[in-house]
């Protein structure tokens, strides 16, 4: 029993770097591969970015050389944890949370076409909710794109930077779809035709103005900070 946990902890050991391996080969731009086995074990590492976060924030690249300008993710989590209320944690966690949360505020965000959850689809079409079963993914498919030709964006429920997201559009096979999904719980929302000014900048990707807001003791909301988020990939 021994024996076959320090096995079965080698390949899982093995399966981590094939699969870090295969990330970084999907990106062009990235460093030489000795430049990168050097950084995430010598460099990276002792400057508090563990491998994990060095493929996450995808700190192969070319372009990036500074490692102190990133904050750990457990780092961050803690500092977050500190800060936050208790009750909104799950909500900003959750997406299809945040998108009902919102909705019901009568906020304006991208419509919700539908979901995956536990290997079946849930799509909305004229407020009328039909559920797919996972056999089923291509009249799913159908059902969905029918509902914006253009394509639908997805991403998971719980995620960030961007992980796992992707445009789903009529062209694609169900084979191809139902590997980018695969066990992961999905939300479809509406494809948003973004600004020609921020289409210039990268028409591949959403880029969106984030503007941070507090409210004084009148409980007037003023905008105190402001930046600029462009996207990197595709």
């Not at 780092?75 to 909500?91: H, K, M, N, Q, R």
Request: include cysteine; charged fraction near 20%.
């Amino acid at each position: 029993q021994i024996m076959l946990s320090k096995t079965t902890r080698i390949q899982n050991r093995i399966n981590r770097y094939r699969q870090r391996i295969e990330f970084i080969s999907k990106h062009p731009n990235h460093k030489a591969w000795p430049r990168i086995l050097w950084e995430m074990n010598s460099s990276a590492l002792p400057a508090g970015c563990p491998k994990s976060d060095y493929i996450l924030f995808r700190l192969f690249r070319k372009s990036i050389t500074d490692f102190q300008g990133y904050i750990p993710t457990n780092t961050w989590c803690e500092f977050t944890d500190s800060i936050a209320i208790p009750e909104l944690i799950d909500i900003f966690d959750d997406k299809l949370q945040f998108h009902e949360t919102l909705t019901g505020a009568e906020i304006r965000i991208p419509n919700k076409l539908g979901t995956y959850k536990n290997s079946k689809f849930q799509i909305t079409t004229n407020g009328v909710s039909i559920t797919f079963h996972k056999d089923q993914t291509e009249k799913a498919l159908t059902e969905l794109c029918a509902q914006k030709p253009c394509g639908v964006f997805a991403k998971p429920i719980r995620g960030s930077g961007g992980i796992g997201a992707f445009r789903l559009h009529p062209n694609m096979g169900t084979d191809e779809v139902v590997a980018k999904l695969g066990t992961t719980d999905y939300l479809f929302q509406d494809y948003i035709q973004q600004h020609p000014i921020l289409q210039e900048i990268n028409p591949n990707c959403l880029n969106t103005l984030r503007l941070t807001t507090v409210r004084d003791a009148q409980n007037i909301p003023h905008i105190v900070a402001g930046f600029l988020r462009i996207g990197r990939g595709t």
